[in-house]
């Protein structure tokens, strides 16, 4: 089966760290570009950051720039989402979806089921 | 960054409604653009890439159309299951934008 399954979620101080992880199974998990999208309660879904197949090409929302570091390990067949200096605007249920990029578009086919991150003192 | 405008913010419709949701780019986009539906506490579900090309497995009454700033999301009859948030997804150029969503809701 195709899978993705988010991990790591957690109550974080502003200014903590934390990293979030992809697992992927039932499909070559080093042929897919990865993306990382969320959702703030209550509110609309919002593209974070993406990497391409081998890990070389990284690309964020410019709110996260600096801060947050999508990376992947295909050996592992995971994809990674390590973010620091975190404040209450990143509190989210953050999805990890593959994109099958098709007739030269994005198209994020399988996500996983999201992780939560909480911002609070 | 592109912004992605979609009209209405919600709606309220009748099973066997045509619906229709658009959406407008700040700029052109060629045909860049994808549409996903969400329904509450799960995750979104991809409909239709590359702004007409429908995902495998959608039901065909879902359609897509357009290209440069303006785009259509068509439900031809709705049905209950189609009750729903439905989002447009800009992917020409980077950040990647969604649009802010509309909810269809039963009337």
């Known amino acids: 089966e195709v899978q993705l399954v988010e991990s790591g979620g957690d109550l974080v101080q502003p200014g903590g760290s934390l990293r979030l992880s992809c697992a992927a199974s039932?499909?070559?998990?080093?042929?897919?570009?990865m993306t990382w999208v969320r959702q703030a309660p209550g509110k609309g879904l919002e593209w974070v950051a993406n990497?391409?197949?081998?890990?070389?090409?990284?690309n964020y929302v410019d709110s996260v720039k600096g801060r947050f570091t999508i990376s992947r390990d295909n050996a592992q067949k995971s994809l990674y989402l390590q973010m620091n200096s975190l404040t209450a605007e990143d509190t989210a249920v953050y999805y990890c979806?593959?994109?099958?990029?098709?007739?030269?578009?994005?198209?994020?086919?399988?996500w996983g089921q999201g992780t939560k991150l909480t911002v609070s003192s | 960054a592109i912004q992605m405008t979609q009209s209405p913010s919600s709606l309220s419709a009748s099973v066997g409604d045509r619906v229709t949701i658009t959406c407008r780019a700040s700029?052109?986009?060629?045909?860049?653009l994808g549409w996903y539906q969400q329904k509450p506490g799960t995750a979104p579900k991809l409909l239709i890439y590359?702004?007409?090309g429908l995902q495998s497995g959608v039901p065909s009454r879902f359609s897509g159309s357009g290209s440069g700033t303006d785009f259509t999301l068509t439900i031809s009859s709705l049905q209950p299951e189609d009750f729903a948030t439905y989002y447009c997804?800009?992917?020409?150029?980077?950040?990647?934008?969604f649009g802010q969503g509309t909810k269809v809701g039963i009337k």
């Open positions: 990497i391409n197949e081998g890990g070389s090409e990284k």
């Open positions: 700029q052109a986009i060629k045909n860049d």
């Open positions: 979806a593959r994109d099958k990029y098709t007739n030269g578009s994005d198209a994020y086919d399988i």
């Open positions: 590359a702004a007409s």
């Open positions: 039932g499909f070559t998990f080093n042929t897919y570009w």
């Open positions: 997804l800009q992917d020409y150029s980077y950040p990647r934008t």
